[in-house]
């Protein structure tokens, strides 16, 4: 069973001129113990998303399942109780600035009833395991953003939840902070199988951490599946622009001017593999045909652990030819699609 069924979803806001539908007939299955991505660029519904896993936003239409159980069927005392089993950290921490940190992390079991000495046992376990247990009388305040976010994950850990949803979680961090929150992750992941749901707009973070994928574009579900399979064969236009701009909002300079001046007879994307992306292939596939190919775009990316590369190239206008150059580029472990426009 899934530990999170999302069914014909809708989201719908009142505004001065009618109604804006954040979320338009979303469907997602998230198995038990995965890291599930989310990802869109601003704008795109995934963080009206996340909150309607857990009720805080109830959808307009369709279903929430946790576990089997419809979040809409149950009362708001039976809703409290099944959040207790669904956490959530946030881009901007939500740390009490009053509070110490072992408090911070007490502070949702003391509100569950827990004895202080007992809810403060807890917290500084918790603080041992998420790395800092020589923090755990310093204030918010004193700490590094880093810090601020593993304070967060402690907390959100202290009702032992079987679901961790993370809104943005690394977005005001710097990368190698990023990194090492996202390590943390995975190893609360792989040690306490803890599904966890990851809301973001960098395909860097998707890349690093996650093994299924959602992709929100303008509220609808533009694609969804393994993380590898979209990285070496996008099929939307959302997923190839995420792939292309990993993440970010601007475009790559000149790309769209390249794309639309160049008029070979056919375009191909190839990915490589982890082995693959350190030979010369296309070197090689040029000396052995005597033919030149246009490089249209190449970059290399780690995903899931794994060197993968990608790029766009401009083949010549012999049929035949082209076709050779093809084969020869399956035949060295390559993935091989045409495409017509890669924005």
Request: glycine residues 6%; negative net charge.
């Amino acid at each position: 069973m899934a530990d999170i069924e999302v069914r014909h979803l809708s989201k719908t806001f009142p505004a001065k001129d009618g109604k804006v539908e954040a979320l338009k007939d979303i469907n997602i299955s998230i198995e038990s113990g995965d890291i599930y991505g989310i990802i869109g660029m601003s704008g795109a519904g995934k963080s009206t998303l996340v909150r309607c896993l857990n009720f805080l936003e109830r959808p307009t239409e369709g279903q929430v399942l946790i576990s089997g159980v419809d979040l809409a069927e149950l009362s708001e005392r039976e809703l409290r109780k099944e959040r207790r089993d669904i956490s959530m950290i946030f881009q901007h921490f939500n740390l009490l600035m009053q509070k110490n940190v072992t408090d911070n992390v007490a502070f949702p079991l003391t509100l569950q009833g827990v004895k202080k000495k007992d809810a403060r046992k807890r917290a500084e376990e918790l603080l041992e395991s998420v790395g800092l247990a020589d923090k755990k009388r310093a204030y918010p305040a004193q700490l590094s953003g880093g810090q601020k976010q593993r304070v967060a994950i402690a907390r959100a850990l202290a009702s032992n939840p079987h679901i961790l949803l993370c809104d943005e979680a690394t977005s005001a961090l710097d990368p190698q902070t990023t990194a090492s929150i996202l390590e943390l992750l995975r190893e609360i992941n792989e040690k306490l199988g803890i599904t966890i749901v990851i809301i973001t707009h960098q395909m860097s973070v998707v890349r690093e951490i996650c093994k299924h994928v959602a992709i929100i574009e303008e509220g609808s579900l533009a694609e969804e599946g393994e993380v590898e399979e979209i990285f070496n064969h996008p099929k939307s236009k959302a997923a190839r622009s995420l792939l292309k701009n990993d993440g970010s909002e601007g475009e790559w300079p000149g790309d769209e001017i390249l794309l639309k001046e160049l008029h070979e007879a056919a375009r191909i994307r190839i990915v490589f593999t982890e082995n693959s992306s350190f030979e010369p292939v296309i070197a090689n596939m040029v000396l052995k045909f005597k033919a030149p190919v246009n490089i249209l775009r190449a970059d290399t990316k780690n995903v899931g652990g794994i060197a993968k590369g990608e790029m766009i190239l401009g083949l010549p206008e012999d049929s035949e030819l082209r076709q050779q150059m093809k084969d020869y580029l399956t035949e060295q472990g390559l993935a091989v699609e045409e495409v017509e426009d890669y924005e």
